[in-house]
Structure formats: structure tokens, C-alpha cells
Nanobody, 119 residues
Framework: QVQLVESGGGLVQPGGSLRLSCAASGSLPRLKAMGWYRQAPGKQRELVAAITVIGTPNYASNVEGRFTISRDFAKDTVSLQMNSLKPEDTAVYYC?????????????WGQGTQVTVSS
């Protein structure tokens, strides 16, 4: 059983900041990428940022320079610091764990946390 617990969503004004956190537990893949996706109403789920098995961060072009992803390999946690938030960042944000190597194909999702950017 794998569990991903997210926290940190909420309502913020344009230009503000929020920090999302995700703690993963259970029978996790030994090698795994961890990251964040988001889904806005009427749109497909999209990658926001992820950190690979060797710690390389990747960002969507529309958040690079504003968002920073970090990961604690020992604790199996991943965080997303979001600065200079825009109304178009409004979405449900999902934590993701994706297995690599022998565990490729194992993928897990959190329950989602709402981020609303509005004045």
C-alpha cells in the first residue's frame, strides 16, 4: 500500500506565494521520480515540476523561474515553492511518484490539493 499525503494548498492573491508539500509512505518504488502535476477545470492534467531519481529538477516552461521543487530522498517527501503566482496557476495540484528501473510502470497519485489565485 502506498500513500501520498499533500498539504499546503489554498487561496492566494496574484503575486503571492504558496508552498505545497507531499509525504509518501508505504511500499514505494526504490528508484523513483517525485513531482507535481496540476489540472485546471476543463483542461488535461499537466506536469508542473519533477525531480528525477538522481535529483535533477525539471519544470514546465510556464512555471520556470517562479516555482522551485525540492526533495528529501531520505524522508520521501517533495515540496513545491510557488512564487509570483498568477490566476492561470489556479488548479488542483497532485503529488506524483513514478517508479524507475525495475519499478518502471509503478505510478502513484495523491488526492490533490486546490490552489486558487484570485484577488
Amino acid at each position: 500500500q502506498v500513500q501520498l499525503v499533500e498539504s499546503g494548498g489554498g487561496l492566494v492573491q496574484p503575486g503571492g506565494s504558496l508552498r505545497l508539500s507531499c509525504a509518501a509512505s508505504g511500499s514505494l518504488p526504490r528508484l523513483k521520480a517525485m513531482g507535481w502535476y496540476r489540472q485546471a477545470p476543463g483542461k488535461q492534467r499537466e506536469l508542473v515540476a519533477a525531480i528525477t531519481v538522481i535529483g535533477t529538477p525539471n519544470y514546465a516552461s510556464n512555471v520556470e523561474g517562479r516555482f522551485t521543487i525540492s526533495r528529501d530522498f531520505a524522508k520521501d517527501t517533495v515540496s513545491l515553492q510557488m512564487n509570483s503566482l498568477k490566476p492561470e496557476d489556479t488548479a488542483v495540484y497532485y503529488c506524483n511518484v513514478a517508479g524507475s528501473g525495475w519499478d518502471a510502470g509503478r505510478e502513484y497519485w495523491g488526492q490533490g490539493t486546490q490552489v486558487t489565485v484570485s484577488s
